[in-house]
Nanobody, 127 residues
Framework: QLQLVESGGGLVQPGGSLRLSCDTS????????IGWFRQAPGKEREGFSC????????KYADSVKGRFTISRDDATGMVYLQMNSLKPEDSAIYYC????????????????????WGQGTQVTVSS
């Protein structure tokens, strides 16, 4: 049983926007942070954004900085990823994952520090 559920993926033209959602309400044992990862065909899964549950600190990889914004809604347990100025190279399956470790560990997007994963949602950027 998946504890995280992503949604919001789809097909978008270059330069367009999408907002992905990650429902964390199923994470029974709690978490300290949520990360977003993506995996393109033939490539390794890479992390590119994360948010701290307690203080709301965020971090972005250079590849998405200035274009993507991560946020959270504590009332609903949703974590969002607003993606603007999308490029074809952003096409991938996008995953959210939960960590129960400290910021110093999971903020470098090391997947060893993420324990719960969603099933992924496909994002395709193409004209």
């Amino acid at each position: 049983q998946l504890q995280l559920v992503e949604s919001g993926g789809g097909l978008v033209q270059p330069g367009g926007s999408l907002r992905l959602s990650c429902d964390t309400s199923g994470v029974i044992s709690g978490y300290s942070g949520i990360g977003w990862f993506r995996q393109a065909p033939g490539k390794e899964r890479e992390g590119f954004s994360c948010i701290n549950r307690a203080g709301g600190s965020t971090k972005y990889a250079d590849s998405v900085k200035g274009r993507f914004t991560i946020s959270r809604d504590d009332a609903t347990g949703m974590v969002y990823l607003q993606m603007n100025s999308l490029k074809p190279e952003d096409s991938a399956i996008y995953y959210c994952a939960a960590s129960r470790y400290g910021w110093v560990f999971y903020s470098n997007f090391d997947q060893r520090w993420y324990e719960d994963w969603g099933q992924g949602t496909q994002v395709t950027v193409s004209s």
